[in-house]
């Protein structure tokens, strides 16, 4: 079992930034991929970024790319999301995830195994 704790949620105006981080703890080992997604009331998970270990990738959605930033702590087992130039649009739960399985479609939900439990974003005009 892997057990997923996400942390940095918040309230921000426009054009700030946030850093979202996501702690990971049991049998991390059997990683292959994390991804961020984020879903507002109503609508489907949106796929937000990813990344892999082997290979060493990460993958963006296109309404983040160029803004947000995903990276890891190896020692902590900590993955992070760095929130930049936030707009509106961006309010949303984030979640993290964690996949076992190597591949491709890092942007689908199905290929993650496990969830953690949300952090809410609120950017303000």
């Known amino acids: 079992q892997v057990q997923l704790v996400e942390s940095g949620g918040g309230l921000v105006q426009a054009g700030g930034s946030l850093r979202l981080a996501c702690a990971a703890s049991g049998r991390t080992f059997s990683a292959y991929a994390m991804g961020w997604f984020r879903q507002i009331p109503g609508k489907e998970r949106e796929f937000v970024a990813a990344?892999?270990?082997?290979?060493?990738?990460?993958y963006y959605g296109d309404s983040v790319k160029g803004r947000f930033t995903i990276s890891r702590d190896n020692a902590k087992n900590t993955v992070y999301l760095q929130m930049n130039s936030l707009k509106p649009e961006d309010t949303a739960t984030y979640y993290c995830?964690?996949?076992?399985?190597?591949?491709?479609?890092?942007?689908?939900?199905?290929?993650?195994?496990?969830w953690g439990q949300g952090t809410q974003v609120t950017v303000s005009s």
């Open positions: 995830a964690l996949s076992t399985s190597p591949g491709s479609g890092l942007g689908y939900m199905s290929r993650y195994r496990y």
């Open positions: 990344l892999t270990w082997n290979p060493d990738s990460t």
